[in-house]
C-alpha cells in the first residue's frame, strides 16, 4: 500500500476516543470561521463606537449655538430660564450627582453583603430563590417605584427626615432651611434609586464572587482561618475590580435615571433659595429634560436642554472612564 493511500485511510480512521474522523479540510474551515467571528465582532464594536461618537458630535453641535448665547454662566449659574437666554446648570449637576451619590452609599454595601451571604453562606435551595428574586426588582418598570416612592414612602419618610435634621442639623447637608415639604427630596430620591440599583450592583457582584478560585478559600480555611478570615483574605480581593465595575454600572444607571426621579423629586420655584441640603428639592439632568418636553421651541430653546443632555453625557462617560483606569490599574498591581 502506497503511503498516500494510508494516509487517506489514517485520515478516515475514527479517534480511539469515538469522536469523529477529522477530514482534511477542517483546519482551512476552522479558519475562515475564525476570520468570520473576528470580522463580524469588530465590526460590531465599531459600530458600537461610531454611534457614541456621532451622539456626542450632534449633542455638540446642538448646543453650542445655544452656549453662544448664553447671557450667564453655564457652568457656574443656576438661573435656568430659556425665554430670557440664561442657562445655568449648577443646579441639576449638584442634584444629578447627590441622588446618584445617596444611591450608591446605601446601595453598594447592601448589594455587596447580600452577595456574600447568597454566595458563601446560603443553601443552595435558598441562595438560587433569593438571587431570583432579586434580580426581579431590575423588571419592575421605573413609574412603579416613582409611584410608590411618592404616594406611599414620602409620606412617612417626611418624619425620618425631620428627625435627622433635628439631630444632624448642624451639617449643611442635613438642614432643613427652606427645604420643600412633603418628604419629595434629594435624599428620599437616592433612597429610591438605591433600590433601583441594588439588583445590577448585587447581580455583578454575585457572579464576581462566586469565580473567586476553589483553591484559595480552601487554603485559607486549611490554614485555620474562619470564614469571615477566609472571605477577607481569599473572596473580597479577589472581587474588587468587580465590585468597581458593578458600582460604576449601578452610577451609570442612577446618573441618567428619569421618570422615578420625576414623580419623586420636587422642584423648587423660580428664585426659590437653593442650599446644599439633601433635604431640599431640585431638578437632575434627565427629570429637567423630560419635565419640560412639552416646551421645547425651534432653536435656541431646544439647544439649551440639548447642552443639558451633553453635560450628562460626558459625565457619564467620564464616570466610566475613570472606572476603567481604576481597574486596569488593579490589575496590572495584582499581575
Known sequence: MSSSTGASLA????????RPPLRGDGAGTGRRGDRLFAGAATGSGLIVIAMVVLVGLFLLFQAIPAIGEDKVNFLTSRQWQVSARKFGIVQMLWTTVATSVVALVIAVPFAVAIALFLTQYAPKWLSGAAASLIDLLAAVPSI???????????????????????????????????GVGGGTTIFLAGIVLSIMVLPIVTALTR???????????????????????????????????????????????????????????SSLPEGSKWTWSLFNGGDTFASKIANSASEFTPGLGTGAYVAAGLVLFVLTFLVNALARV?????KAFTE
Open 11 to 18: 485520515d478516515e480512521l475514527p479517534d480511539p476516543d469515538g
Open 144 to 178: 412603579v417605584y416613582g409611584l410608590w416612592g411618592y404616594f406611599i414612602v414620602a409620606p412617612k419618610f417626611e418624619h425620618v427626615q425631620s428627625w435627622i435634621s433635628d439631630v444632624f442639623g448642624w451639617i449643611p447637608l442635613f438642614d432643613r432651611v427652606g
Open 207 to 265: 457572579e464576581v464572587f462566586n469565580q473567586a478560585p476553589m483553591a484559595h478559600r480552601e487554603a485559607a480555611l486549611a490554614l485555620g482561618a474562619t470564614k469571615w478570615e477566609m472571605i477577607r483574605t481569599a473572596v473580597l480581593p479577589f472581587g474588587k475590580t468587580g465590585i468597581i465595575s458593578a458600582t460604576m454600572l449601578g452610577l451609570g444607571r442612577a446618573l441618567g435615571e428619569t421618570v422615578a426621579v420625576l414623580y419623586i423629586l
Open 326 to 330: 481604576v481597574i486596569e490599574r488593579k
